[in-house]
């Protein structure tokens, strides 16, 4: 079964310091979501992207954060200046559309110190 | 925007007996209901999805239910072993065209015991 990838699968980095975490969704799929999960709480939905641009954004996503699809398979989420409340598991997801679900990758651990 | 309440938080039964987790909801245009099984470290993995044009829909020994005038919905696990144990999430979004801005519950810990 196809499955959305991602890496790394933990990230450790400074206060302040740019981050980028990459995805690879599903082949055939066309809507690209970042969420994610701070330690024992639950999923947070960050941002959603379709068609090459941003169709819906939360509060979380602010200036800090950015999202790309650079070619054809990635997608990327940037956050410019880490804070030590950015530190959580971020999942990225995918869907085809209609009425097909939501697969979530496996997450990448991000530690601010 | 959208609000998911989720209970228990913590669910202990023994293998073989039923458990139920309930979620209520507070936008009433939310009309996609998926559940989630998390394992410690692990991807959230849809187990069950129903929409709001049916009331009940049951995938062997997992059900989920809705009842969109009281804007609540449903887990019903059946003969629990203890593979299920694990945070169970659900979530609510409007999925106008596939756009799945899910907003989830807080989770619920199913421990089932041998």
């Known amino acids: 079964e196809p499955e959305v990838t991602q890496t790394p699968s933990h990230q450790v980095t400074q206060m302040g310091q740019e981050v980028i975490l990459r995805c690879v969704p599903i082949s055939n799929h066309l809507y690209f979501y970042w969420y994610r999960q701070i330690l024992g709480q639950k999923v947070e939905f960050l941002v959603s992207?379709?068609?090459?641009?941003?169709?819906?954004k939360s509060e979380i996503f602010d200036d800090q954060f950015s999202v790309e699809r650079p070619d054809g398979s990635n997608f990327t989420l940037k956050i410019r200046s880490t804070k030590l409340e950015d530190s959580a598991m971020y999942f990225c997801?995918?869907?085809?559309?209609?009425?097909?679900?939501?697969?979530f990758g496996n997450g990448t651990r991000l530690t601010v110190t | 925007g959208e609000n998911v309440e989720q209970h228990p938080s913590t669910l202990s039964v023994q293998e073989g007996d039923s458990a139920v987790i309930k979620c209520t909801y507070s936008?009433?245009?939310?009309?996609?209901f998926p559940w989630y099984k998390q394992e410690l470290g692990k991807r959230p993995q849809l187990i069950i999805d129903i929409r709001s044009n049916v009331g009940e829909k049951k995938d062997q020994r997992i059900a989920v239910t809705l009842n969109k005038t009281a804007k609540h919905f449903s887990l019903h696990i059946t003969e629990t072993q203890p593979e299920d144990s694990a945070v169970y999430f659900c979530?609510?979004?409007?999925?106008?065209?596939?756009?799945?801005?899910?907003?989830f519950g807080k989770g619920t810990l199913l421990t089932v015991n041998p």
């Open positions: 979530a609510a979004s409007r999925s106008g065209g596939s756009n799945y801005k899910l907003t």
């Open positions: 997801a995918s869907s085809a559309g209609g009425s097909s679900p939501l697969h």
């Open positions: 936008d009433s245009a939310s009309n996609y």
């Open positions: 992207f379709y068609n090459n641009e941003i169709s819906e």
